[in-house]
């Protein structure tokens, strides 16, 4: 990335639906919370390893909350969208 001037995107995604199939009892907002928690927690100290290496990065999480949306075609989408050279 420092080489090139690139910018480093980080990418998280969480598909709700997946976690969540087949099991009863579970309360879906703590599940969605925690989650959230987890993924942002980790998203910003992949952020701070990269900032410490003097990589230009942003962090993106994605979330599926659709039975028939598939989570990698929301990755397919923000790649798109952020016309990254590489993936």
């Given at each position: 990335c420092q080489q090139h001037n690139a910018k480093l995107r980080i990418v998280?995604?969480?598909?709700?639906?997946a976690l969540s199939a087949?099991?009863?009892?579970?309360?879906?907002?703590v599940i969605h919370n925690e989650l959230k928690?987890?993924?942002?927690k980790?998203?910003?100290?992949?952020?701070?390893?990269a900032a410490k290496k003097n990589v230009k990065a942003d962090i993106k999480l994605i979330e599926s909350f659709k039975l028939t949306?598939?989570?990698?075609?929301?990755i397919l989408k923000a790649v798109q969208t952020w016309r990254a050279d590489l993936v």
């Open positions: 998280h995604a969480i598909d709700y639906i087949g099991v009863e009892g579970i309360d879906a907002d928690t987890a993924a942002d980790l998203l910003t100290k992949a952020k701070t390893k949306t598939r989570v990698d075609s929301l």
